[in-house]
């Protein structure tokens, strides 16, 4: 029977543990992304204190008037930099559904901090994968915690793709090289009270997919939550665990297994009315991206007799780039 929940995995062994344990831990990662494309980790060595102030932080930084925050709106709907304001986006529509409103919630967001001069990112294929962030004026913390963890998270993508290796019958380090120079997105996403009924149809994120590889969430127990949509056709919540991380992977990930893995959907909903006046919840959420010019094509233990692949050649880079133009075209 498949999973119709989302399980919970402890990682310690991708960190610490023997081949033995880190291939057992590799099969729970494999049937969670088979049947229902997320899991919560714990054991990911990634400080709380350090999350505690990127929150802390992010909070200051919605709490400022709006104008000024709107110094570093983001500059282009293909710029995955800045400031988005309430309502600004509706993730919904990038599964075709032309009519839905704008999602309930604002967010800032940056991408690679560690970015240099050579030619590998300023060449014309680099294309605006790495735009410099937009930083804003206050809190001055807020630079430094969102780099440090944009860096951690990055860290821990790299030991969650050892594991993804392991549990699709690759080399440990596969991805080890195409992900050393990644186009990934560190994301703060304000979701406020609801003192107002929402409008018809309209939620704190619409039901979507991600786009890359896998996206990393630590996310709030508040009311309005995460949920999942399971093979039963049910939505289910997702479990919120002190000091753990939601994972799930995204559109790229499933194109590369052949659809083995699944990109599923999820959404953000509103609170019940009567806990609505009492429901703000903050979300940090890390989109990992391969390097723009990795090869997306079927991985050679997805495919076989009976099973060829799916999906044509691409790149991460124009994966990443075709789906914000259907967002935006949508």
């Not at 610490?16 to 054991?43: K, N, T």
């Not at 999942?228 to 990930?253: E, K, Q, S």
Request: proline share 9%; hydrophobic share 40%; charged share 20%.
């Amino acid at each position: 029977m498949p999973l119709l929940q989302v399980p919970v995995i402890d990682i310690t062994p991708l960190h610490a543990g023997d081949l033995a344990a880190r291939r057992q831990r590799a099969a729970e990662i494999d049937r969670a992304c088979r049947d229902i494309g997320f899991l919560v980790i714990s054991g990911h060595g990634v400080a709380e204190t350090m999350l505690d102030e990127v929150a802390a932080v992010s909070r200051a930084f919605f709490s400022i008037e709006t104008a000024e925050k709107q110094r570093i709106a983001r500059p282009g709907m293909d710029i995955a930099r800045g400031y988005i304001g309430l309502g600004a986006e509706s993730v919904a529509r990038s599964q075709g559904i032309l009519d839905a409103p704008g999602d309930l919630n604002e967010s800032l967001m940056i991408g690679p901090v560690d970015v240099s001069d050579t030619p590998y990112y300023r060449a014309p294929a680099a294309g605006r994968h790495f735009h410099p962030n937009l930083w804003p004026a206050r809190p001055p913390a807020l630079r430094p915690l969102y780099e440090q963890c944009f860096r951690d998270l990055s860290r821990l993508a790299a030991t969650i793709m050892r594991g993804f290796a392991l549990a699709l019958e690759l080399d440990e380090a596969f991805f080890d090289p195409l992900i050393d120079r990644h186009i990934s997105r560190l994301r703060v996403r304000r979701y406020p009270a609801q003192p107002q009924p929402p409008a018809p149809g309209q939620l704190r994120v619409g039901a979507h997919s991600d786009y890359g590889s896998l996206t990393i969430l630590r996310t709030e127990d508040a009311p309005g939550g995460l949920q999942v949509f399971n093979r039963a056709g049910d939505w289910v919540g997702v479990p919120i665990i002190p000091g753990t991380f939601i994972i799930n992977i995204g559109d790229l990930m499933a194109r590369w297994t052949n659809d083995r893995w699944r990109a599923t959907l999820h959404r953000v909903v509103n609170p019940p009315r009567a806990e609505a006046h009492d429901s703000e919840r903050l979300s940090i959420v890390f989109f990992h991206n391969p390097n723009y010019d990795t090869d997306i094509t079927c991985l050679p233990t997805c495919t076989g007799p009976g099973t060829p692949p799916r999906y044509p050649p691409t790149t991460s880079g124009a994966h990443l780039r075709g789906q914000f133009t259907r967002t935006q075209a949508a």
